[in-house]
């Protein structure tokens, strides 16, 4: 290898490092203050560097959050999809969804909540919220409403709409963390084996 693409190689991890390091403060900092508050230099402060050298990795605020949303996203993904795919019938696969994916939200609290910051704060250039863009694409949901389908193709489940149930469980789901009186009360475990429970009962064929 050449002292070229030494220096080359190098560079590119200390960039990259850089940049995780930065995606790390801005994770904390939706955490901390939330996205309105949240500022290149309010990230800047919790990474220990200055504001100019977050300029110099991202052209600035709604970069650094599209990089975020992008990490977060793919992370989390990454973490239910490995899960569900150890499995091999519909029956398992669902139970590892909702498993994995209240897991995921409990073990990491702040990813979740600057998830959902980046979501219902951030706009698009033409002003549309990013929770009103179009989630076709989500494969967390596409995942989701496959092992159905699949259940159903199976004659596991019943006759539901897919679209229907899929969006009740994601939205079960994706409510614990946001009821404190009922996460002081009811463990995620506890949560997770009773709300299987009640999905099970509702698929049943």
Request: aromatic share 8%; proline share 3%.
């Amino acid at each position: 290898m050449s002292d070229n693409q030494l220096k080359e190689d190098k560079q590119s991890f200390i960039t990259e490092a850089r940049r995780e390091q930065i995606i790390e403060a801005a994770i904390k900092t939706l955490d901390e203050i939330g996205f309105v508050k949240a500022s290149l230099a309010q990230i800047a402060k919790r990474a220990g560097i200055s504001t100019a050298l977050i300029s110099y990795h991202f052209a600035g605020k709604n970069d650094v959050m599209d990089h975020l949303l992008m990490t977060l996203l793919d992370q989390s993904t990454s973490y239910i999809l490995q899960r569900v795919h150890l499995e091999k019938t519909p029956n398992e696969k669902l139970k590892t969804f909702i498993h994995a994916s209240l897991d995921y939200q409990v073990t990491h609290p702040a990813h979740h909540i600057a998830l959902i910051e980046i979501v219902f704060h951030a706009r698009t250039p033409d002003n549309t919220p990013y929770y009103k863009l179009n989630d076709d694409k989500d494969p967390i949901l596409k995942e989701l409403e496959q092992i159905l389908q699949n259940g159903q193709n199976e004659g596991l489940f019943g006759d539901f709409h897919v679209d229907v149930m899929a969006n009740m469980i994601q939205g079960a789901i994706g409510e614990y963390m946001f009821n404190a009186p009922l996460m002081e009360k009811v463990d995620v475990q506890m949560y997770s084996t009773e709300f299987i429970q009640i999905v099970e009962k509702a698929l049943k064929n």
